[in-house]
């Protein structure tokens, strides 16, 4: 179903385990596929957890072979779990998709999406030429402490992501990112300390897409979850930050 994606990463049936079963928010009911000849033609799931009272918005993941694209199959499997969902309570469906897989695209608007600002992706330049950081005084730019600093991690990211109505990360999700827990990509993660209380107050991961670069013949790496608690924002220090995961992306050759 994601071939045709210029963004595509084939991934292993433990992979596929570990993202769709996450969380206990990730419920089982709310995911359904229609088979053909014991083959999987169309499938997908969702899942609703509110990060606080009055949140509406679930989550979710679909994939139809090209063949049943446009199919009955495709509006009945999604209309199962719009409905499951909408049973526990949600009232609006994000889902992350690349804007240049045009066949997912017109399948997504079909079936009632529109694009908005849930997450932007896609935005790409060379790490090539990116001046060194400029600290703001008051703060340490420096590598994170791991794993010993990841639960600090862990609460800056979901208070900068309190202003998304994104649900708070569980420790056991969070533990699951590579590029907070693979020795390869431990020296591209960056972390900006102030100095008053030795708080982290931001952080970005940087990584090396191998897959990626395997299958298209690339060279990419990528910056992940530049992340600023709000009430440090305007500042400079996303700024830092990014230029420091992109220098590092540039000296491993990319």
């Known amino acids: ?25 990730n419920a089982m009911d709310c995911h359904f596929a229609a088979l053909e000849g014991g083959m999987m033609a169309v499938g997908g799931g969702g899942h609703f957890a509110p990060a606080k009272p009055g949140d509406d918005i679930a989550y979710f993941h679909f994939y139809v072979r090209p063949e049943y694209l446009d199919s009955a199959e495709e509006g009945a499997v999604f209309e199962q779990i719009r409905d499951a969902l909408s049973a526990k309570g949600a009232r609006r469906i994000n889902m992350r998709a690349n804007t240049t897989n045009l066949p997912k695209v017109d399948m997504l608007k079909r079936i009632g999406f529109r694009e908005n600002d849930y997450q932007r992706h896609h935005m790409e330049r060379s790490p090539l030429g990116v001046p060194e950081p400029v600290v703001p005084e008051g703060f340490i730019l420096r590598n994170a402490r791991m794993p010993e600093e990841m639960e600090k991690l862990l609460e800056t990211n979901n208070e900068a992501y309190s202003t998304r ?52 013949g690339r060279r990419r790496g990528s910056s992940y979850a530049l992340v600023v608690i709000p009430s440090v924002r305007g500042m400079g220090i996303g700024r830092a930050l990014l230029q420091s995961s992109l220098r590092w992306i540039a000296s491993r050759g990319m």
């Open 1 to 25: 179903a994601e071939a045709r994606d210029p963004e595509f990463q084939p991934r292993t049936p433990e992979q596929m385990r570990k993202w769709a079963i996450r969380g206990p928010d």
């Open 165 to 216: 109505n994104i649900r708070p990360a569980t420790l056991d999700e969070f533990r699951g990112y590579p590029y907070l827990n693979d020795p390869e990509f431990l020296p591209g993660l960056f972390v900006m300390e102030r100095v008053s209380d030795g708080r982290i107050i931001g952080w970005v991961g940087s990584q090396v897409e191998h897959a990626y670069n395997s299958l298209h």
